[in-house]
């Protein structure tokens, strides 16, 4: 399984993350009708990898899509579309879709990120129970869906829908597949003066996605 | 206990009371906001976390509105400025109306414990090692320049909010060139990164600039009395930096003129 709960820096822990990799897609057309149609079993984030620079990258938009989440403030229907759209230098919905969605016969490497809001467990409720073992809290785990059963039940459906090769989320993974001339238009990277004197070609990958993120953060700003 | 009460004067910003690797510490307190240090993303990522929390004395509304607006002009200066290749820290985050801008972590001391771990405890002034100080002066001044040439001044030049970071792979090289070197001046080396941008503003303006060079003149002055003579070598610096020096250094002597007018009548 290349499914990974991804663990990020001061998310609430009744957030879990997913996310993989799936190389050589070849129904991008059909995964995009679901998108299209709403369908509730494809509430993913699917991110065409040729517009993702690293995890880096791309965990900073998970990082904003969830945070948006986390406080009320949802620019779009849901956290996966969110994602989708903190990609973006800007507000624009449709545009960032064009870029870094799925586009039907074009997508071949494809990321698929997954959001879960498990109930949450209030922390004071925990502390404040009078009794150590009370039958109600234990039925309320019982019935809250075990994590591995969770990563489990959406890599199952993910190798039943997606036909392509599932591949680990990591950055030797990605930076072949990242188209560079497309990115540096999508973020405004060329002849950035920080990058003239830059000589050797890792450090100024590094920078890159640096100002990359800088431009989502911005938003326009 | 003053802990308890402490933290309910002190509430850390809502992002930071949800689960990290290690915990956040609280790295000062000023007037405006707070800074923090705490890891973004990654466990292994370390960054500085800025945060103005709410004023209760000001109507919520128009707080909320002034706190959005200086959060996102200081993450609007940085990534200007770090486009044009200023040396300051990259923008990992930000969410405005909560108050809080993420930013890459600087290694190192500020300037101003760089220069006073140099200088020590003696009176008397210091002579060896002084080509090194001047050096750090330059550097001083080269980013100034590069910080001005792009159009930004910064408000609030002090060498507090400048950061003097290792040079990366100082440890490999450093061992063999440390032999020979006297180790006292090796709290000079570093790269000066330039932080704190809650006071920047865009301007291209003479006056601006040389308000700025003064501010940092004058605290220089009080901050490193022995080492003041040597200011002049920043100066030096920024106009081999940044074309447009002279006007500015012009500029300076009317703004210090001033200065001393004021200090005589107040
Ligand atoms: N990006 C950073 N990396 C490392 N340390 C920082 C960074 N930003 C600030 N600091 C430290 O925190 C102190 C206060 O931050 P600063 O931005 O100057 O806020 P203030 O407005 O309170 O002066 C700095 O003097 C410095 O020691
Ligand atoms: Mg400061």
């Given amino acids: 399984m290349t499914l990974e709960k991804i663990q990020l820096e001061h998310v609430p822990s009744n957030i879990h993350i997913y996310a993989t990799l799936f190389r050589d897609v070849s129904n991008a057309d059909f995964l995009h009708s679901q998108l299209l149609a709403r369908n509730p079993d494809f509430e993913y984030a699917f ?27 949802l620019r779009t229907p849901n956290v996966h579309s969110e994602i989708v759209v903190s990609l ?95 990115v540096r238009k999508y973020y405004r990277l060329n002849a ?27 938003k326009g700003l | 206990m003053t802990a308890p009460s402490a933290n309910q004067d002190f509430p850390p910003p809502k992002i930071l009371t949800h689960p990290s690797t290690s915990p956040p510490t609280l790295i000062t307190q000023g007037a405006e906001g707070r800074l923090y240090k705490t890891t973004h993303l990654l466990p292994t990522l370390p960054c500085a976390l800025k945060y103005r929390p709410p004023k209760p004395y000001r109507h919520p509304a128009l707080d909320a509105r002034l706190t959005r607006a200086r959060i996102s002009a200081e993450a609007k200066v940085l990534e200007r400025c770090w486009r044009e290749g200023v040396p300051v820290p990259a923008v990992y985050a930000m969410d405005a109306a909560r108050g809080w801008l993420a930013m890459e972590w600087i290694e190192g001391v500020p300037v101003r414990v760089g220069i006073n771990n140099f200088l020590g405890e003696g009176e008397e002034t210091q002579t060896k090692g002084e080509g090194e100080l001047v050096d750090l002066m330059k550097r001083i001044g080269e980013a100034v320049g590069k910080l001005h040439r792009t159009g930004v001044v910064h408000g ?55 308000v700025d060079l ?17 200011f002049g070598a920043i100066l030096d610096e920024y106009k081999t930096t940044f074309k447009k020096a002279p006007s500015v250094l012009a500029k300076l002597e009317d703004v210090r003129m001033r200065g001393r007018k004021r200090s005589m009548l107040g």
């Fill in chain 1, 47 to 73: 991110v065409d990898a040729s517009s993702v620079i690293s995890r880096f990258h791309l965990l900073s938009a998970v990082y904003a899509a969830v945070n948006a989440l986390v406080t009320g403030t």
């Fill in chain 1, 88 to 182: 973006n230098t800007n507000n624009n919905i449709a545009d960032a879709y064009r870029r870094w969605g799925i586009t039907p016969g074009k997508t071949k490497d494809l990321i698929v990120v997954k959001v879960v809001v498990a109930p949450e467990v209030s922390s004071t409720e925990t502390t404040s129970s009078p009794t150590k073992d009370k039958p109600t809290t234990q039925e309320q785990q019982q019935q809250q869906q075990q994590p591995e059963d969770e990563q489990q039940s959406i890599w199952t459906h993910l190798t039943t829908h997606v036909k392509g090769t599932p591949s680990e989320l990591s950055d030797a993974n990605l930076a072949p597949l990242t188209d560079w001339p497309k």
């Fill in chain 1, 192 to 218: 950035v003066p920080a990058l003239a004197g830059c000589k050797d070609d890792e450090e100024k990958r590094r920078q890159e996605e640096r100002l990359a993120v800088m431009g989502m953060a911005l």
């Fill in chain 2, 156 to 210: 609030d030049l002090t060498t507090s909010n400048m950061m003097l970071r290792p040079r990366s792979g100082t440890q490999v090289n450093g061992e063999s060139e440390a032999t020979g070197r006297d180790d006292r001046v090796k709290v000079l080396e570093g790269e000066v990164v330039l932080i704190d941008f809650g006071l920047a503003t865009q301007s291209m303006s003479d006056e601006d600039r040389a």
């Fill in chain 2, 214 to 230: 003064y501010v940092l003149e004058r605290a220089f002055a009080s901050t490193h009395p022995r080492a003041e003579r040597l």
